[in-house]
C-alpha cells in the first residue's frame, strides 16, 4: 500500500486532487491510503511516514515550504511534490529534494504522469533497499556463515588469509579474494587493491589513493586500478544521483 498526504488550505482545490489520485488509483489497480490535511501544522502532527507529499506553498500558519523542511527532519525518503499557484520558489524546493514543482491549475494528465514517475521511483528505491539486505553465504572452512550484504564492510587478504570485516565483527573466510569480488560485483562490491574487496556502500570518503569506511578502515587504491576505480565510482555515484532525482 502507497500512503500518500495532500495538504492545501483550499479545500475545492484538495477535493479536486483526492478524487483525481483516486481515479487513477482505481484505473491502475493499486492500492493507496490517502491522507489530507489543511495546513503544515496538522500535516506534521498527524505525520505517518508517508511515501509521497503532495504539499501547496502559500498557506496560512505554517507553509509548505516550512512544513517540507520539517518533513526532511523527520523523513529523508518522502516523495515530495509541491503544487502552487505561485512561481520563484524552485530553488528553494530544491532546498528540500522536491521531486517535482506544479504549477495550479495542475492538470488530471500532469497528476497522472507525476504519479507515474514518483511510483516508478518509489519502486526503484525499494529495490535497492531490498537487494542490500540479501543475504550471502561465505565459507569459513569451519561453516558457512550467512550475512547481510549491507552487513559487510570489506574483505582483506593478508598472509594468505581472507578477513572478512562486518559489523558483526571479523571473521576468516576460506575463499579467494577474486572468488568473492565475482560473487558480490552485483552488490556494488569493487575490488581497488589485488588484496582487497569493498563494499562501496560503506565508503565515507574517496582520496587519490586510499579510500575511507564508514567503520573509519581506510583501504588502499592501487596505481594501476586507480582508472577502472574511478570509472566504477562515477557510475556507482551517477546511479545514486538519478535514484535521488
Known amino acids: 500500500m502507497i500512503r500518500i498526504a495532500l495538504c492545501d488550505d483550499e479545500l475545492d482545490e484538495l477535493s479536486i486532487l483526492e478524487n483525481v489520485i483516486k481515479q487513477y488509483e482505481e ?3 493499486l492500492s493507496f491510503r490517502i491522507s489530507s490535511f489543511r495546513n503544515g501544522e496538522e500535516l506534521i502532527t498527524g505525520w505517518e511516514n508517508f511515501d509521497i ?8 500558519g505554517m507553509d509548505g515550504m ?14 515530495i511534490i509541491f503544487i502552487t499557484s505561485h512561481i520563484g520558489l524552485t530553488k528553494e524546493a530544491l532546498s528540500v529534494h522536491a521531486f517535482e514543482y506544479l504549477e495550479k491549475p495542475v492538470r488530471t494528465e ?54 572478512a570485516v562486518t ?10 579474494i577474486s572468488s568473492l569480488e565475482q560473487k558480490l560485483k552485483a552488490y556494488d562490491f569493487v575490488m581497488p587493491h589485488q588484496s582487497f574487496v569493498v563494499n562501496i556502500n560503506h565508503m565515507q570518503d574517496y582520496f587519490k589513493d586510499e579510500i575511507v569506511m564508514t567503520n573509519n578502515d581506510i583501504i588502499p587504491v592501487a596505481q594501476k586500478r586507480s582508472s577502472e576505480f574511478k570509472r566504477v565510482m562515477r557510475d556507482f555515484l551517477q546511479r545514486q544521483m538519478d535514484n535521488n532525482l
Open 167 to 176: 559489523k558483526r565483527g571479523n571473521y576468516v573466510v576460506n575463499e579467494t
Open 110 to 163: 500532469t497528476i497522472y504522469q507525476q504519479l507515474d514517475e514518483v511510483l516508478e521511483k518509489i519502486s526503484q528505491n525499494k529495490q535497492i533497499y531490498t537487494k542490500r539486505k540479501d543475504m550471502v553465504e561465505i565459507n569459513t572452512g569451519k561453516s558457512t556463515i550467512r550475512f547481510a550484504v549491507d552487513d559487510i564492510y570489506y574483505f582483506e587478504r593478508n598472509d594468505r588469509k581472507i578477513r
Open 27 to 29: 484505473e491502475r489497480n
Open 53 to 60: 507529499v503532495f504539499l501547496d506553498i502559500r498557506m496560512g
Open 66 to 79: 516550512e512544513a517540507a523542511k520539517n518533513i526532511r527532519k523527520k523523513d529523508k525518503q518522502v516523495e
